[in-house]
């Protein structure tokens, strides 16, 4: 099949029926053309294909399958590598199940720990989720599967997301909510991304030429194709004229008539028609290419697969010498989520399993049970607390299986409150304060609050952590697996320290990201606040040292690259894989900038004693902040803080490098611009240099001796808050000199 010449052949009537779907899951065939069906299914943690009638809320049945760790679990791994395999793995089953594109990865961000689907999102961090994102495509496509990265964008909360507008501000957006996409885009190389319901400032993704044409296209080279999600459409022709090239859900809904009747009158060009027929005929073209004849999966290596992501996942939150348990020791497991974890969210993404793994299996006769609570109600059962207050008072070490109940969080609505259920509460408290070995397992797409937390010496998040979660809880709480994961989101104390508290989920359909750039720990951090445990936290059996940090150079540009090399070390006496976070902080700026930031980490094994040295490769996006003034990403020169650390808030090394940036923002002067503004200026900088040097009168050093200590810099302060006008009002110039000034500086 040969895309261009079968888009020769097409009539225009085949070309605007052909940007619509064949039913939920395919595309259309053109049997004329000898151009076939495709098919795409649900991911992204497993492979979700419903064979008879579809739906996009999986209700309907789909094939039974193994369901790997969710978004929000896979990105605590740290690890590319953990994507990689991943996507590797759900690659092959595509081929072995004939299906051409998998329905994922989801890059939205965590602006609030209430959005129902935070399960299935990577981080509050849009580097890191790009990282896990791009590695996860590249495997996937490297298996002759395309990815389709989901939902662009500002797609961050359930509540009225097919309708509501998403209100920001051009650096927020750049900065926070699309360098995910952009990741994807340009490392990933991701053959299709899905636009959001939404609208970002009142213009319905599906239809926004900013964002699929000038953005993804013109900016960051995508040559893939553009899908809705489902039922995304409102102004179908404006939609191609805008760069969605594929509805979906297709079938007798689908608008291919509008956009026959837009190209009739004039309001389409057929030029765009094509464009997007275009790319849609080129995936065709090579999934038909790379489509893999008599491809199979071992199903038994996928689950073994899916519990060891599991338990590179999984996050050791806190330890008092509690863990790993010991074998031999009377051990209890308390609450219903022991027997039946909580392992996957639910929507779309569901998937069938057949037999998902409780930790109760796993461990059999190592530990004793009782149920605890009902995981169905939200009320204390008498009878389930005493007997598991009972067990708990007699045995050695006890362990909690708490967590959201499915009711809890869900695709397509958000969570009402942060609080788990009050009688998982109760029995968390009473079990502590019977037995002080106590051990909290948590289950959940999200943070929840923790009332009892300081009562409790150690605690495992598990996330929502796929099929096997149960047997590497196991793993873990023996010490047969060293717990590994970092947290990817901050785990604020209260729900009211969330930086998007009075703006979530918005009122009337408009949500305000009012907080701006200052989302998750970018937000903590800079206002000092206790959390429960910080962006990157994590704990291990083992410990790690940091040394020896340098740098290939201490003097940049912002066009060079800076080489970053430290040493980790294991210290303890188990093998154990370090996190290696890398934070870049710029120490003065003129905007409001986050105190570090995540632009680089690497996950690495280690034996006892062994020592290893890392090196990473920093560019001008490590330094830059998005600049509007500009439209791009800007360096404003000056001294930045590489920090090596275990979270962002505890940096172990530090580094300064000086970095000049390049380019100058040129703007135009006025009688308002302020000499601190001149300065941000080519030629309005070197006026000012000239200006301070032809100075008559006192220096500064005389006139700072005059009044005082310190006032130099006070004094230097002063003046760069002065408007230019202010040097007529000053008598420094005349009216017409100044007027004359601004033009020759504005030429
Ligand atoms: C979801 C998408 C999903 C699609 C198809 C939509 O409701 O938002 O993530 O891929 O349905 O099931």
Redesign the pocket.
Known sequence: MNAKEILKEMTLEEKAAFCSGRD?WHTKKLDRLGVPSVMMC??PHGL?KQEGEG????INKSIETVCYPTAAALASSFDRDVMTRLGKALGQECQAENVAML??P?LNIKRSPLCG?NF?YFSEDPYLAGEMGASYVKALQGEGVAA?A??FAC?DQETR?MSGSSELDERTLHEIYLPAFEAVVKKGKTRSL?CA?NAINGSYCAENRYLLTDILRDRWGFDGFVVT???AVKGRARGVQAGLDLE??GGPGATGEEILEAVKDGSLKEEDLDKAVLNLLSFVERSLAEKKEGAGIDRKACSALARDLAGECAVLLKNEGILPLKEGQKIVFIGEFAERPRYQGA???HINVPHPVSALEEAGSLVSYARGYDAHSEKTDEALLQEALEAAAAADACVVFAGLPDVFES??ADREHMHLPANQNELIEKVAAVNPRTTVVYHGGSPAELPWLDRVPAMLCMYLGGEQSGAAAVDLLFGRVNPSGRLAETWPIRLQDNPSYLNFPGEDGVVTYAEGIFVGYRYYDKKEMAVNFPFGHGLSYTDFAFSNLKTDKERMTDQEALTVTVDVTNTGDMAGKAVVQLYVGDTESTVRRPVRELRDFAKVLLMPGETKTLSFTLDKRAFAYYEPKVHDFFVESGDFVIGIGESSRKICLEKKVFVEGTTTISFTITETSTIGQLMKHPKGAAFVRQMIGKKSGPTDAQQAEAMGEGSEKMMQKMMFEMPLGSLVSYGRMSAAQLKSLIASLNE
């Open positions: 939920f649900d991911g979700r739906d996009h809320l999986g329905l994922g989801g689907r299935e389709c989901k939902h797609n997301r899905m319901y999600d489902w039922g979906m859900p929507g779309s993404s695709e397509g």
